[in-house]
């Protein structure tokens, strides 16, 4: 089993940054892939995004290339979600996951941790 804790949500107003962590513990040798995902109120969980544990160049979703920065510190098993030039359409609740499975698919996953970004 893994658990995954996030942390550093919370209300920014538009065109400020947040980061988030995510901490792993359990079986984290096993880590392959880590990702952030996000579910805005009414809408479906969508993908943002993902890192490779041992190397290669991070994915992102079109909506928040160049906008959002994925990093990983393998000694403290964490992955960083660096939030820049946030817009109030990136208000949800952003999740980890680890182990990935397939393209968007992962079988760990954390409780989630609230991004608010005020107009």
């Known amino acids: 089993q893994v658990q995954l804790v996030e942390s550093g949500g919370g209300l920014v107003q538009a065109g400020g940054s947040v980061r988030l962590s995510c901490a792993a513990s359990g079986r984290t040798f096993s880590i392959n892939h880590m990702g952030w995902f996000r579910q805005a109120p009414g809408k479906e969980r969508e993908f943002v995004a993902a890192i490779s544990w041992s190397g290669g160049s991070p994915r992102y979703a079109d909506s928040v290339k160049g906008r959002f920065t994925i990093s990983r510190d393998n000694a403290k098993n964490t992955v960083y979600l660096q939030m820049s030039s946030l817009k109030p359409e990136d208000t949800a609740v952003y999740y980890c996951?680890?182990?990935?499975?397939?393209?968007?698919?992962?079988?760990?996953w954390g409780q989630g941790t609230q991004v608010t970004v005020s107009s």
């Open positions: 996951a680890s182990h990935r499975a397939g393209p968007y698919d992962y079988h760990y």
